[in-house]
């Protein structure tokens, strides 16, 4: 399910991370979007793996975000395995996979998810099937 707003729980995800408009967040069962922001089909396909990763659930979701702010590791190892859904999708759809792997490497090695790598780093891990 998409719904075109933030989820309630945005202003403490905003303690932590730099949440903007145009960041997508996914909790539980739905993914938000803000009105305007167009979301590409291999960002629905990272999304989708957060679905899945939280089991559709939004308890299991709260879960997953107390997790996801408190733990380097766990965030690391969501992110990643949604980043190479993504890269996937850019590799077996034609896409630029070198400009889309910049673009994902940057935003991976950002504030947005705390800093957690280097770019250089980002790029080999998503790279890595």
């Given at each position: 399910m998409i719904k075109h707003c933030k989820p309630i729980i945005t202003p403490i995800l905003k303690l932590f991370f730099p949440i903007r408009k145009?960041?997508?967040?996914?909790?539980?069962?739905?993914?938000?979007?803000?009105?305007?922001v167009i979301m590409k089909e291999d960002v629905r396909q990272h999304e989708l793996v957060h679905i899945k990763q939280?089991?559709?659930?939004?308890?299991?979701?709260?879960?997953f975000m107390?997790?996801?702010?408190?733990?380097?590791?766990?965030?690391?190892?969501?992110?990643?395995?949604?980043?190479?859904?993504?890269?996937?999708y850019i590799c077996d759809n034609g896409y630029d996979k070198k400009f889309h792997l910049e673009i994902m490497a940057n935003e991976l090695s950002s504030e947005l998810y705390?800093?957690?790598?280097?770019?250089?780093?980002?790029?080999?891990l998503i790279k890595k099937q």
């Amino acid at each position: 399910m998409i719904k075109h707003c933030k989820p309630i729980i945005t202003p403490i995800l905003k303690l932590f991370f730099p949440i903007r408009k145009e960041t997508i967040i996914t909790w539980g069962d739905t993914i938000y979007v803000e009105k305007g922001v167009i979301m590409k089909e291999d960002v629905r396909q990272h999304e989708l793996v957060h679905i899945k990763q939280q089991k559709s659930s939004k308890w299991y979701g709260l879960w997953f975000m107390i997790r996801f702010i408190t733990s380097k590791m766990f965030r690391t190892e969501v992110e990643l395995e949604a980043f190479k859904a993504q890269y996937k999708y850019i590799c077996d759809n034609g896409y630029d996979k070198k400009f889309h792997l910049e673009i994902m490497a940057n935003e991976l090695s950002s504030e947005l998810y705390g800093s957690m790598m280097s770019y250089g780093g980002a790029i080999k891990l998503i790279k890595k099937q």
